[in-house]
Every structure is written in structure tokens, then in C-alpha cells.
């Protein structure tokens, strides 16, 4: 209902605090109507008091103001090998964070025990209980079908297929647990992080492996069954690498991280992963510098082809091997702009992550805070 309580907060999360006078004159709707929404959502505390200074003569008129501190959300990204947890207020502020090694092939249990036992110790370190929780943001490192919060056949995540992570968390924080791969979170986070001139964003995350979360205008978007952006497997003409898919010359066999640290360990170094690969790039390795910037190109030619498609206006690059530096993104910038049609890339920005290590956390909280401060999630709130 447009005139409902959770319509009038949403007019408010802007956090711009405004009078009675004000909202009636930007909703239309009658003063006792607006003020009986505010004692509703007064009483949730969504909202809170805040005096008006600017009044003109006479004395002060209350004004009111959105509340981030009326709930906390708690935010994880999960990785292959480590992970990433923070609780944060409703705008997204982290008020909290804890990252540490925890390998996802142990399977599901242990993993979310893991996740559990910390977020309880950074609730006491902030303050706070489980009863502030309003929800839980989980990103995985593999494809997850977000509606019933369970990973498909996700290849480095042995035991998980089909587990209910919503389930599971949710028996144990009473609260709405809502789950998506990783690529996606960081694209929702990079996406808040940005504001609006991001309304078309793509990230790219090149890691062991390489993905790609969509937002179309200001949305993440998933397709039909959750498997947009899987740009890892699109193949890149002219190499003849047999990906672990099956097929030849994917993206992800040819410019991963992965893919490059085996090729240097074939020239006799000690490779075990992308990191490795950024740590002789960073000691000036040139053979690494060269695979790097190389790896840039072939993301870049995928790449090309996609922004002639869709017109993002921002092309964000994360993972792992984006810690390269400007190496990476270099090549990125070099096929992108050589190739794409210029009315496409005369605004394209191709940047590095604003938001590093962080990137998964923000879009975690960004989901839940979405699915929480919803018009019709806030009138069931208040209606309780
Ligand atoms: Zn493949």
C-alpha cells in the first residue's frame, strides 16, 4: 500500500530527517494519517525523534529521522579458503568485523558452526544480541539458487550440494537468513559503495576461477536460474586450454588465477595460486607481469564483447589476482577500448574495487538491509 508505514520509511532512508508538515506536503496524505504512521514505525523504533532547527519562529517542530541503529545485520563472505564476517548497522556502517582462514571443502556443518561461534563473539565485542539481529547475509564461493538458499553443484564446495544454509542458520538466529554466490554480494556492494551513477555495474572477480555479478538499472541480476555472469566458461577464440568443464579455450582455463599459477609452475616456479602469482608480480617477476597483463587482455576480450551487449557504465575488477596492481586492469582497458563501440565506452569507467576485502561483507548487509526495510517486510513489523 503506497500510503502505508514501511512506504513513509522509505521516503526517509535517504537520511534526511523531516517534519510532520513535510511529509504531509510529500505524501498528500492527510496529518493524522501520517502521524499515526509514525507512532507505528516510532514504536519499532525504525524511526527516531530528531529536533528541527530551521523552524521559522515560534517553537521548534519535531522532525524524524530513519534509525540505522534499530536493528544490526550480521554479513558473511565465504571464500574457498578464507572468510570474511561483519556486523553492521542498517546503512551498512561496519560496526565489527572478524576475517580468518576456513577452508569450505570441510562441508556445510563445520563451516557454519565457524561462522556462528564467531558472529556470537562479535556481538559481545559491539554490544549487542541476537535479539538486535534483523537478519544474516551469506555469500558462497560456487552457484546458489538464492530463492531456497541452497549452492548447486558447486564444484569446490564438496558436501554442499542442496544443503539448506537458510534453513540451518535459520533455526538457529531466528531471523531471515538470505544466501547468494560471491560474485554477486561483491557486485551489490561495489554498487552501494559507487551510489547512482553505478546504476549499470559489472564486476568482475578474477581469482582461482572468474565470475561476474550484473547490476541492471540499480539491480542484481541473477537470470533465470541464478546463473547470469558465469563468464568463466566463455570461450576465448584462438586457444585450444581444456577447461575443467569439458569444453576448450574457456576463460577461466586460459586467464585465471589458477590457470596462470600452473603455466609459471611449467617454467619452474613455486606456484601454488593466484596470490603467488601476485606476490612475483609485486617482487617484479617479469614473466609473471607479462601473464598477468596477458590474462587482462583475454578478460578484456570477453569483456568487450559484453559491454557492446549490455552498456554498463562501470566495469569493477576484484579478486585475488586484481591485488596484481594496474597490470591486470591495463590489459582490461587496452581490448575494451580498442574493441567496444565508442558510443559504449565514452563514460565506461574500469576501475580496480573501492572496497577490496570488504566488497562481500557490504553487499551481504546491502541484501539483507533491502529484503528488511522492504515497504511490505516494515508493515508486517509493525503490524506484530
Ligand atoms: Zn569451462
Known sequence: ???SPGALLSILRDGQARTRAELVQLTGLARSTVSQRLDALLLQRWIVPAEDTISSGGRPSTAFAFNPLA???????LGVTHAHLAITDLHGAILAEHAGDLAIDKGPEPCLGWLLENFTKLLAECGHGLADVCGLGVGLPGPVDHQSGR?????LMPGWDGFSVTTWLGSRISAPVLVDNDV????LGEHTAAGPQAGHLLFAKVGTGIGCGIIADDRLHRGARGAAGDIGHIGVPGSEVVCRCGNIGCLEAVAGGGALAARLRGEGLQTADARDVVRLVRAGDTRAIRLVRQSGRELG??????????????????????????HLIAGV????YGRSLPLATQRLDIRPSA?????????AAAMVVDHVLAPDAVDQSVQR
Open 151 to 155: 549452492p548447486v553443484n558447486p564444484p
Open 71 to 77: 536493528r544490526i545485520v550480521l554479513a558473511a563472505d
Open 1 to 3: 500500500m503506497a500510503d
Open 301 to 326: 576480450l570477453v569483456l568487450a564483447s559484453i559491454v557492446n551487449f549490455f552498456n554498463p557504465s562501470q566495469i569493477v575488477i576484484g579478486g585475488d589476482l586484481a591485488d596484481a596492481g594496474e
Open 184 to 187: 554477486n554480494i561483491m557486485a
Open 333 to 336: 582497458r587496452e581490448v575494451i
Open 355 to 363: 572496497l577490496g576485502a570488504r566488497a562481500g561483507v557490504t553487499g
